[in-house]
């Protein structure tokens, strides 16, 4: 009976391994092949997931494979082209660019692009920019995704305070410092309306622009098209910025032999078994890829309820590591941050700077690096960012919630007892004196004071020029190029090319990307999942949603001034 078993046991072991080995063999491809690439919902620039990540469904999309796949397709000559299937994206303005910059790769290598969008949303903008990469764009009957043009999303906690009886206390550098009105006004300073002005103008500069350029329209064209305004299939047909109205089976008939016979496909997930050295990718020297994701804190990176934490140890760890590894010739810094603790930013600052001196480290911006986000990135031998990222900030807000009045009506009763002029300071239970709060200015104006000195350094600019284009205010990628801010604009691709250039590596060397932080264990990444599972709140609108997320962040992290960016909720 006992040999049964271990007859029975091993057959199981050699089946599954059989499996995996099948599953990990590289598929065959019909010459004349399309790439089916579904583009829904958000994507993020963490590590790969692993295997519980999957378990339990949560696999987030990350832009790394996607773009991977995109590079593959590009020089994979089975491959015809690309048709991405487009529905209801949650994507920012600069990572639709980062798939623009990839899709226009593939159709520089001599790929055709496609684009099909469908779905129903509020806005289509975001849809319908990256799928105006494509050389031919489709939308399916009844698709509602209107092209109404940018809004951006404000939120103000002001009055909310006094009906609690609150007393919330902020103090920040400078002017442009807006994450404090977030939590003290209850509408825009006249610097924030400038900024927030001066942002949406850009990015709809943008927005127009590249959209003229690959419709053959002009930018005041499809300004007036989108004040018409588009909002159904024969409205962006009529407008000149579709090719047909499909349903996807039709589109692939089309493509075929324009009768019965579909053009083959291929789907990503089975097109990731292909491996990129395969088709001669990946096989360079190698660089390393560190990924800093979410709001700046001491400790280790992590997921919660409220999003991803960017851990100082975690981030100083990979940084060690890959400085110290001499098969990797140089660094590329991925940041996606809105900032956070001062002296967390600082700290990872001080690894950027360390590792600069073994190798070349160049910053590739994301969605959004600003304040602590600028401040780490600040000393890299280059700056990379897209046109649309968020970045800069460069200031600080300290705030102070004296909650005494809430506690009153609660019926919940408080002593502080103290030795020391300011040993209260910070007591929940009193708001600051005049006193205190000049101590309080004088701890930012010295932190603003070495921000400011650290970013002139890096960026080879006098204080004064830093502290003028600084005070507090968020640019975008391109203004921030304008300012000596960024080096270059662009994504991963232009940022690899600058680290090759730095580290001497051929031009035509496709390098080994090497990621950190490494995905942690099963069973750490299954209780962080379940943990950030059960703090999860109920549904709200997605503008409280972001508001109760920053109040979230500032409550879970610890105490003191902030590297933070002003609150722009939402771009659409």
């Known amino acids: 009976m006992r040999r049964k078993k271990l007859w029975i046991f091993l057959a199981l072991v050699v089946i599954v391994i059989v499996g995996i080995l099948l599953a990990r063999r590289e598929p065959y491809i019909t010459p004349g092949s399309f790439l089916v690439v579904d583009i829904s919902g958000g994507y993020t620039d963490e590590p790969s997931a692993n295997l519980v990540q999957e378990l339990i469904g949560e696999q987030p999309q990350h832009f790394a494979a996607l773009q991977l796949e995109l590079q593959k397709a590009a020089v994979d000559t089975r491959l015809r082209g690309v048709i991405l299937k487009i529905t209801s994206v949650d994507l920012s303005f600069a990572q639709v660019q980062e798939l623009r910059e990839a899709l226009q790769a593939v159709q520089a290598a001599g790929k055709e692009v496609i684009a099909w969008m469908t779905g129903e949303d509020v806005s289509g903008n975001g849809e319908y920019y990256l799928a105006s990469a494509a050389k031919k764009v489709y939308v399916s009957d009844n698709t509602f995704l209107p092209l109404l043009g940018l809004q951006?999303?404000?939120?103000?906690?002001?009055?909310?305070?006094?009906?609690?009886?609150?007393?919330?206390?902020?103090?920040?550098?400078?002017?442009?410092?807006?994450?404090?009105?977030?939590?003290?006004?209850?509408?825009?300073?006249?610097?924030?309306?400038?900024?927030?002005?001066?942002?949406?103008?850009?990015?709809?500069?943008?927005?127009l622009s590249d959209i003229a350029a690959k419709r053959g329209l002009t930018p005041e064209r499809v300004q007036n098209l989108i004040d018409a305004p588009t909002l159904t299939p024969e409205d962006y047909h009529q407008a000149g910025l579709i090719d047909g109205i499909r349903y996807f089976d039709d589109l692939l008939r089309e493509l075929g032999d324009g009768g019965a016979t579909t053009v083959p496909t291929v789907d990503l997930a089975t097109y990731s078994r292909v491996k990129a050295t395969s088709l001669g990718l990946r096989r360079g020297p190698k660089i390393a890829v560190i990924s800093g994701v979410g709001a700046i804190t001491t400790g280790r990176s992590s997921w919660s309820a409220s999003g991803e934490v960017l851990g100082a140890e975690t981030i100083i760890e990979a940084f060690d590591?890959?400085?110290?590894?001499?098969?990797?010739?140089?660094?590329?810094?991925?940041?996606?941050?809105?900032?956070?603790?001062?002296?967390?930013?600082?700290?990872?600052?001080?690894?950027?700077?360390?590792?600069?001196?073994?190798?070349?480290?160049?910053?590739?911006?994301?969605?959004?690096?600003?304040?602590?986000?600028?401040?780490?990135?600040?000393?890299?031998?280059?700056?990379?960012?897209?046109?649309?990222?968020?970045?800069?900030?460069?200031?600080?807000?300290?705030?102070?919630?004296?909650?005494?009045?809430?506690?009153?009506?609660?019926?919940?009763?408080?002593?502080?007892?103290?030795?020391?002029?300011?040993?209260?300071?910070f007591a929940t239970s009193k708001s600051w004196s005049s006193a205190e709060r000049q101590q309080v200015q004088r701890v930012i104006e010295a932190l603003y004071h070495t921000f400011t000195r650290k970013v002139a350094a890096g960026r080879a600019l006098p204080v004064e020029e830093v502290d003028r284009i600084g005070g507090g205010r968020v640019w975008t990628g391109a203004q921030a190029k304008e300012r000596g801010l960024v080096d270059a604009l662009g994504g991963m691709?232009?940022?690899?090319?600058?680290?090759?250039?730095?580290?001497?590596?051929?031009?035509?060397?496709?390098?080994?990307?090497?990621?950190?932080?490494?995905?942690?264990?099963?069973?750490?990444?299954?209780?962080?999942?379940?943990?950030?599972?059960?703090?999860?709140?109920?549904?709200?609108?997605?503008?409280?949603?972001?508001?109760?997320?920053?109040?979230?962040?500032?409550?879970?992290?610890?105490?003191?001034?902030?590297?933070?960016?002003?609150v722009l909720l939402r771009v659409r």
């Open 321 to 425: 590591e890959a400085s110290e590894d001499e098969t990797i010739k140089a660094i590329v810094f991925r940041i996606d941050s809105p900032g956070g603790s001062a002296l967390a930013s600082d700290l990872i600052w001080h690894a950027v700077e360390r590792a600069k001196q073994a190798k070349p480290v160049v910053v590739s911006m994301s969605s959004v690096a600003a304040s602590g986000g600028y401040y780490v990135a600040a000393g890299a031998t280059k700056i990379v960012a897209h046109p649309a990222t968020l970045t800069g900030s460069i200031g600080i807000v300290f705030s102070h919630a004296n909650v005494q009045g809430l506690l009153d009506k609660l019926g919940i009763n408080t002593e502080d007892i103290g030795r020391g002029r300011y040993a209260q300071i």
């Open 152 to 207: 951006a999303s404000f939120i103000f906690l002001g009055d909310m305070w006094e009906k609690l009886d609150i007393d919330m206390q902020v103090e920040q550098i400078k002017e442009y410092k807006t994450f404090g009105d977030f939590l003290k006004r209850n509408s825009m300073s006249e610097a924030h309306r400038e900024m927030a002005n001066s942002l949406l103008d850009n990015l709809n500069e943008q927005l």
């Open 493 to 566: 691709p232009t940022a690899l090319r600058l680290a090759k250039e730095a580290a001497g590596i051929p031009m035509e060397a496709d390098p080994q990307l090497i990621y950190y932080p490494q995905p942690q264990g099963v069973f750490a990444t299954l209780l962080e999942r379940l943990r950030g599972q059960l703090q999860m709140s109920p549904p709200l609108p997605q503008p409280l949603q972001e508001a109760m997320a920053r109040l979230r962040s500032l409550t879970t992290q610890e105490p003191g001034p902030r590297f933070t960016m002003p």
